[in-house]
Structure formats: structure tokens, C-alpha cells
Nanobody
Framework: QVQLVESGGGLVQAGGSLRLSCVAS????????MGWFRQAPGKEREPVCN????????YYGDSVKGRFTISRDNAKNTVYLQMNSLKPEDTAVYYC????????????WGQGTQVTVSS
């Protein structure tokens, strides 16, 4: 069982930056691949980026590539999402999620943190 708690959301002007954090409970954080997802009002949840358990391999969606950076600190059981050059269309609830190695679906989810980008 893994519990995830996101923080760091807020209101920012377009062009600004935010850093989200997601802290995981338990001692097996390094066994999980981690991902960030987002869901805007009236839209389906979409993947933003992910990082493998070792922090070496990452994936970014086209809409955030070059602007967002995912990283993790296994010693702190934390995954981060650095968001730069924010746009109003980045406004959404952001969720972190964990999945076991070799598992396609994310089993554990945080409660989400709101990010609002004003124009």
C-alpha cells in the first residue's frame, strides 16, 4: 500500500513557474514508477509525464515537453514536477500516481493539487 500526497499547487500568472511535490508513504517508494497526470474542468484526465523507479528514464507529453521537468528523490520518497513557462491551458488538478515495475496501470493516486494559470 502506498499513500501519495501532493502539494505546491496554486495561482500563478502566465509565464510563471511552480514546483509540485508528491510525498509517498512506505519504504518501497524506489520500487515504483511515478507519474504526473492532470485533469482540467470538463476534460478527461491526461498523462503529463512519468519517471522510472531509478529516475533515469522519463517521458513527457507533447504539450509540456521543454517546459516541465519530472524528478525524484528516493531518499525522501518524493517526486517533483517543475513547471516553467506556464500557460492558461495548464490549468488543471494535478495528480501523482504510482505503479509497480512492469505494470501498465497506475494503482495508487494522490488527492490532487490545483494549479491555476491566469492570463
Amino acid at each position: 500500500q502506498v499513500q501519495l500526497v501532493e502539494s505546491g499547487g496554486g495561482l500563478v500568472q502566465a509565464g510563471g513557474s511552480l514546483r509540485l511535490s508528491c510525498v509517498a508513504s512506505g519504504r518501497t517508494f524506489s520500487s515504483y514508477d511515478m507519474g504526473w497526470f492532470r485533469q482540467a474542468p470538463g476534460k478527461e484526465r491526461e498523462p503529463v509525464c512519468n519517471i522510472n523507479r531509478g529516475g533515469v528514464s522519463t517521458y513527457y507529453g507533447d504539450s509540456v515537453k521543454g517546459r516541465f521537468t519530472i524528478s525524484r528523490d528516493n531518499a525522501k520518497n518524493t517526486v517533483y514536477l517543475q513547471m516553467n513557462s506556464l500557460k492558461p491551458e495548464d490549468t488543471a488538478v494535478y495528480y501523482c500516481a504510482a505503479r509497480g515495475v512492469g505494470i501498465r496501470t497506475y494503482r495508487y493516486w494522490g488527492q490532487g493539487t490545483q494549479v491555476t494559470v491566469s492570463s
